[in-house]
């Protein structure tokens, strides 16, 4: 039995070495990264076990998303597409550096998730689960994927599965206007929301400092919890009335695909390791507090997975200061 | 003004290093190959003005294949698409070892090429060059590519261009029964065609051995030459009503993907050079000796495509057989 | 629940690129093997469940063999050796090209696993699964080693899991009397044995042929099958009073380590799959086909472990014989 | 026909990873560069069609500088030369780390270009190009690479086309008496003059700051328009009697080395793209703005060479400040 | 005749790339390093001929061993372990980035030079030699290499050959006591003292600020000099009743291991160099100087070992300031 | 002292990766290497205390040489050039496949050693050794190479230094009527010969077969002895008037470069190590097996140098046939 279920695309990532381009020559780094598999991913580093549903082409494409996976120490469970328009959504990172932006080029669209129907996924997993945990990407990659969304969240509603939703906006795959429809049709069945702040005034349209807008969101969608994260800022939850604010540990960057992904998983790690999922002002500061650190090592790695062990979170919380350990 | 001018599909390769698996991790080797593009390139390594049209994204890979192919020779004339939808076909190589057979995993569908369409190529190249020459993937992929492929024979046809036509079937793309219907819009606009025997005989039903196959063919579509190819026994041409054969050069094999259009390749860029594409016996037999050289030294090569020059494809016809030169 | 569970060491291999050496600079590719994981893995690949029993380092490194099996399907059961002492095994590969051999250096003494005790164990896994399987190698590493392969097999036999034994003789590890009597130890324990020819001859000192040797063991040791293994000559195996000959598909090399594993693993694999690990001529004739076919496939693969598909391993059974599929 | 037509040594560049040191072992990255050449790949990246002049061996290394310039979107206008003295010019770049310079070791004496002669080059490029341009480099490698400077210059100036030259001193091609010799005799047959305030102080003799330097300078040689670069305090330009200040964009910097003739052919390839080369100050400060942003991204991208796209130029120019695009 | 010998272990050190982890997948850079003969591969950059003396096993792993340091200039004077135990120590190096620690796992327990004997050893290389230097880590290895460490001193002592010892304390191989204890032993027959800092008070139990320390270590074991270095604080040496500091050199770091060797080999290979060995003020002084340059270039370059002349230390010391040399 | 000296040029080796060509992008390999201190490494690995002599570049290239040979074992004895003309000679070679050609393409003239003077070298180290080796190569590099092959011939002389040479006919270096005068002005000051077939016979003249070839030029050179290699026809030696037959070892062929001087370097390691270089029937004979070993072995391994040990060496003349030993 699971702890923590998450669903969601994971795609092929492919991407020049720093310092290269796309456009130019040479093999690419080739890696497999979604937002939901590196959460549960992050998760497991914290010691939860952590399942992923999916839909994957039969081929050797999806295989080797299923082997990454379970090498991160997720539990795949997937239907396998074997339709002749099965296909692995990929993607193209190019590592920016000042003043160039890092770009990513997705190739993604009709990818096999994008026809996922619920009565092919393992809903058992997400009853038996204590958290279920999505993100805005999924409804928006087509009809199917939210309707699907929308078809877990009601499973774990009614099996008091913890719903736990991240805003995760992408103005690639779908518009503002498209984004805050979405929003408002998964937000009132959700019960922990992640929330970027820009996410939450651009797309959403909150007014106010990420305090009056976690209050609002909360009241208005009646999460049991919300962290709204604010990048270099850190991060402020809202539960039980009560604010609790968090910092950034310090952030060296190799890598900054998936930090907000591995936020995620440490907090919900955390949140399940030592608290069952219990959302107490005191579960969600300690949660916010190994998210952050979490998310601070993700950036020291290449991929857009957290690799990291429960003791070397914590030695980044008891901040030592070493530099060398022999 | 370029000689030859070719149109077809040209796509992002990818591979893992030979004797290791798409499923497991590590880089990808990427490169750019498609059959149409191969054969241009081939041809300019025999010292011919290739150019290629096409229709790319207009994103890094898109000019990724711009930047390759102008890299190998070739002049691209593509038509950018920027809409949404715009993707670059995408294929994933694995090297085999007996019992183990190479395997490629196409990921082409709806590619910006199957959106093609005549207004948006130009034209002029064509009607401007000594040849035109396509596959029968071309009109494999969609009903666009179907259509204008019609369309630029056509143009050849009106300019006097000669018409060149390989029919390359592939299993994956569409049906016995799709192709010999493919085949048959196509072939009587055809005056120099390529036959795989084995397409030849079980796609288009053609009976007896090669050069009854050659003879039938050549009758009944009005061809002026045709070469029927046999892998490892040669090749068997037919023209003015005369049969030539020509054996293969050694074969040591670092990659046997792309040697048939090296051949094509060997033989237009031979033909173009020392007898501006006059068809004659003597003129199909040099070129049919060029294209296996060409082919033989394709082989020897990572990659989709011919790295050569003609010094080098005459040495080997010359076969001074040293080891080392020094 | 588990089908197959395998007992033994897994090291971190390390291996310059084939036509180099260990003795000059440059980077080590690293996998890791151990011919019991190797074994579970090539079972995966057929479709069974299949965990794996050991003691590993709980640092890092004991880590990156828990991930890599994990990616290969394998479940790690593993006891975590937290002293001082702990230390992963390695080997050291280079490869060979005549008239050079294949070299491997040996760094394992000492590994966490010799230090294993079966109350470290999850023995409920063995209790549970329709086979257990080690090899000679376990019982060669330490005095502990050899006591827990005795309490395995001891508790698979009350269980009544099906105990199978690959004899896997390795010279640097132990002399031919130690592995005389390390053998002799475990054989009357033994139901099912995968006994290389030379091991049988050399070690065990059975003269004859493979037959003659099949029929004796059989005998000696009361064992329900058994199957002589002669590498280029293919296989014999005896069971229910019938002798089953397998010859061995075509075997181009890259990598030769592992192939003997890759057979035990394709054997049982199809053995559970197809016939629940029931030995009858018919099941042991088919198992022998299998892994025939998984070890020809693994040869073609760099690394000690099979990475295929059930149906890849039936398509080299089918032997069409196509150089490319596109 | 071609916009800009620029002259130079083209190089192959030979650098071991950042890190390592060219004494000890280890592959090499293999790039092109030259300054020449660099400059017309960084004008065609704002989509003016570019060519170069030179003069390489016929043989694999000469066409791999052909191969890659025409990869970069260049137009290689080359005289081969297939003497036995015929070699490619090499330069050994290794990358510094303070307190260690980068360093670069030149193995260029002798290459084939420093026995070019003007009949062998394709002068009617200059004549029907809007800008012709070259470098403090070419006269300084050989007594004839001199001459074909002065008589390049000389046919650019009968046909009008605008003549632009960069001082780029280098100290291990020529001392500074003979580099003040050499600028002498080509500076009074220049238009448009770029000169690093250094190279125009200590090598010319210029006092004052980069105002005075440019007025002088303008004045002594009666130029259309001059720009002092300044390295981190950017560029001033001078001309119609106006001084135009311009600053840097952030400089995190992967390869220093080619920003400067990424900023000469961003200016060149603004000043042709929007003003067909007119020289005024309202041309001349918005092609200083693209040099500058076509400099930093240099900077950001390993080797000699600006890949890049006006679109990303522009984007830089506009500065959106977001750190990933998805 | 060599100027410099030490003695201590050398491992094969195993890496992954910057920004990945030890746990997941991959190729691992291998080097050989070891702090005494970083040492003498450092003084050998000054120009000194340096010898090591150490135990290593017949093996590929020992040859490379040898192979590397001749490669790097040192004389490797080894006795060759051919017993069944022989092992070459390993460790294994995870580069960190903030807040996350470099990383270093040892496997070297039991490795070949744990065995060692006097007996074994060219003493005749320490007699002859000017100076004779070892660390800390050599006595906390084993019974055996304490004792040789104390039989070397005793030896160096008889032949007035200067004696130099660097604590560098390792946590990883023994206690805080374990370490005073052996520091004792050793102290009595030291010449020349670097005594990092921390060790000096954590281990040692020395109060007070550097000068202090210094002055009392210098009294407590009658020590000829003595060097107290404080990472970016620089050093402070203590000779003839004078103090000398020193700052440290801009520390741009690519990898920081063996930054203390270089520290030490730059300061012995200055001291041979220019003074014969001799301790005065004067010398070092000078020796400080370019012990911190040697130490500040080390950081620029991956693997444990200064690769340098004299001439590049003797350009960061005059500190020209250019970026790029060319 | 050494056993053996050698003389000539080392070069860098810049190499693609087998299957790729010089003429596209990428890394390349760098070794170095050169047929004198190849014959010297080989030497070294049957146990052979071997120095070189030549004159390198006082630049990192030239220092890169100096730590590959060390590495090797060779001990460097060279002139350093310091001038500005300084050079390292270079080759780059691109791996063949049937039916394409290995090529070299030489970038080495003018290099620092092509000005070398007999008083730049030391010559005492001739004096002193057993056995003094150069080749063809060296005399058709310079005038200066000729001369000094001829000065350090005499200084061989003199000292009763065993004069070897190697005929090792270049045509990129010197046509067929200067090597034989060059090969004129030597063979009288040889006592030791290696002759290629080819090279006896096209170059110098020679008819009939090996063993008439042996006979005459034994008698018109006054040889002590000499060896007459055939490629796969193995070598055919003379001495004291007996003839000697040597077949070839099995010749799996990852890098034939550089095999012709493993022979040599087998044939004088052996005679030096069993029998102080003297020539007899029983000495030639077995140094024939052991260089015969030495190539087969050298093409098993990537780059122009013998890697291996005596033990190696001789395990392959003992044939035990094992694949794999572990």
Redesign the interface.
Known sequence: MVDLVTFGETMLR?SP???????????????VGGAESNVAAAADCLGVDAAWLSKLPD???G??VV??L????VTPAVAWDDSD?A??G???L?Y????????????R??SSVTTVDIAELDTDLVADAEIFHTTGITPALSDATAEATSDLLAAAGEADTLRSFDLNY???LWSHDEAADGYEAVLPHVDLLFAPYRDASVILGYDGDAEEVARELAEDYDLDALVVTRGADGSLAFVDGEIIEEGI????T????GTGDAFVGGFLGELLTSDDGDLTPESVGRAQTYAA?AA??K?????DVL?S?RG?IE??ID?DG?????
Chains 1, 2, 3, 4, 5, 6 share one sequence.
């Open positions: 492919l070495p720093a310092g290269t381009r796309l456009e130019t020559g040479g093999d690419l780094a080739a890696q081929n050797p494409l295989r080797r082997r990454a379970r090498g991160h120490g328009a296909r692995l990929t993607y193209y190019e920016g550096a000042a003043p160039r932006d890092t770009n990513v080029v997705y190739d669209a009709r992408r103005s690639k540990y310090s952030d060296e190799v890598d900054a695909i650190a601070a090592v950036r020291t790695i290449e991929g690799v062990t070397e030695s980044v901040a070493d530099d060398i350990s022999r």
